[in-house]
């Protein structure tokens, strides 16, 4: 699919500190049940985020004001530690993009996740377990605190601060952000190689 | 000479149809399995570019995730998983790919159905949009879960681009104890290094335990790799291999098979050859295991008590959360913890030998007063098995009924939900929050242990009964 080119977000950051946030708690079997890629955002951490008779829970960081409220939106989500284990549902990265998140910072990323958001056009930023506290530190200290990341230079920076640290991306996968080019196409090109390889498989 | 390789080497080089400088490789997928949950978007996808499905003999559609388990006969009543079932009827058919919807005789859960139906093969490169595709690994082959888009990806071009994973051996050697199922072995890994120790590695299961393990055993080992975050699991093809898929329905028969045979003895890890990870176990280490947390890494054997913060992995706020959602504290016993719910069944335990397990418990005992049992076998195959037995007379006689295949309660998307607050002893695969229905709590175990606790309404130690 076609999804918006990446190359400097300048953006405000939500903070979830939790470990192993996983693909249920990102978005629920039961919101799984669609059949075209629409309104996922609505279900976004749903059982954190609503409690069974869909009233917000007050304590969940997406129901607070000062990470939620008006003004510019916050498009980047920073988690703790393997975020998005379990499930290979491509909904829990199309729930992050729906919600309007460009980029997931965290220490340590799910595979599978990683590879789904970078499919859709999110940016996966592994950062140090160190530098994934300072910026929750500098968000908590204030919640307005602006994240610079930068695509093309592979940096993530603290703009109060100026403290920065570097991240790595597949040169190919960077490529395909920057240009919102997906794999599908790349992969067409190749049409007739692939048939020719088919023919040398044994089953 | 040439280069020592590990199986996972071998069978990955055989498929790259192109290196990308600085990029991932262009992988070949020999089997592509779809379900109706992650492929009506990426049909829809299909059709936004106008491309086709290259070749559609290379996948097979199946219903699983979404299918009641009970009164399959009736249309299903959720008019949005209906809506699902239809879009996945009507994309296979549309495309020319098999289909084993809901009715049909060999419909089941995919990763239940694939082998069973020698799909399956060693050496090949299979995918799915699901995590548990790993499953297929025990036969030795590269098998992993994706994405929809990749499932796109699939469909229009038989290929992925992934970049290779790093490679971890696991081995365990020595004989496991009475009461000691598969399940067990792989919960007690995965308790060992973490629900994220395997993540960015391929992981091969050798030594002891899986050269004598049955295939069944090892594809609810391989099924499990994903939850330490492995991208998958597997175990060199042997003569339990082939045993198993010998005459299989859509296994390649008489001379095709015989001209496979000698390259499947050829996939196996070389002397010599080198893992980025080497991990070793010792069999006599492992009882049968249970979890107490919300992450499958949070699991010890079941006459253990509950660890102390500072004895897990996880940071101890995570933990503790975790122990608040089951109900549970830190230093309590696991044995004796009143249970509601048993579900036995998923693409990890819905095999014949976990019903043949289960009613090894349960013969001659009943279901205890307090606990609801959800027994659902993996396919329809499974189920005919389980009738065949005898096995569904040992338990109806034990108060228990039998219901019909799909995944049920593992994921929680048809009807079967655990309430919330009710604690569940599951045979599935995750224990995370809300897994098997809102405010839900898991405790995943073996068959054994499921047993046990469903004539005891507790965590019983299963060796007890046995």
Redo the contacts between chains.
Sequence with gaps: ?AYDKFNILRSTAVPM????V?T??II???F??????KGFGDNLFR?WRYN?DNTPKADFVLNNPTYSGEGSPRKILVG???FG???????A?WAIYDYGFRCVVSS?????FK??CL??GILPVTVSPEFADKIFAAIEADPKTELEVNLPAQTITLLATGESEGFAI????KHNLINGF???D???S??S???T??ET??? | MSTPKTLFDKVWDAHVVRHVDDGPDVLFIDRHFIHEVTSPVAFLGLEGRGAGVLFSGRTFATADHNTPTINQHLPVADPLSANQLAALERNATKYGISHWGLGHIKNGIVHVVGPENGITLPGMTIVCGDSHTSTHGAFGAIAFGIGTSEVEMVLATQCIMQPKPKKMRISVNGTTGKGVLPKDVILYIISQISASGATGYFVEYAGDVFETMSMEGRMTVCNMSIEMGARGGMIAPDQTTLNYLKGRELAPKGEAWDKLVPYWESLKTDEGATFDVDLTFDAADIEPQITYGTNPGLGTGVTHQIPAAEAVKDGAASYKKSLHYMGFSENESMIGKPIDFVFLGSCTNGRIEDFRAFASIVKGRKKADNVTAWLVPGSHIVEKQIKDEGILDILTESGFQLRQPGCSACLAMNDDKIPAGKYAVSTSNRNFEGRQGPGARTLLASPLVAAAAAVTGKVTDPRELI
């Design positions: 699919m500190p939790i470990e192993n996983d249920d708690q629920p079997a039961r799984l049940k669609a059949t075209e890629r059982d069974s703790g530690k393997n284990s379990g499930s290979s549902r491509e909904h990265a340590f990323f799910a595979d599978i590879n789904n499919n859709i597949n040169g190919y996968k997906d794999d599908i790349y992969l067409l190749m049409k190689e692939i048939e390889f088919a498989r044994p089953f």
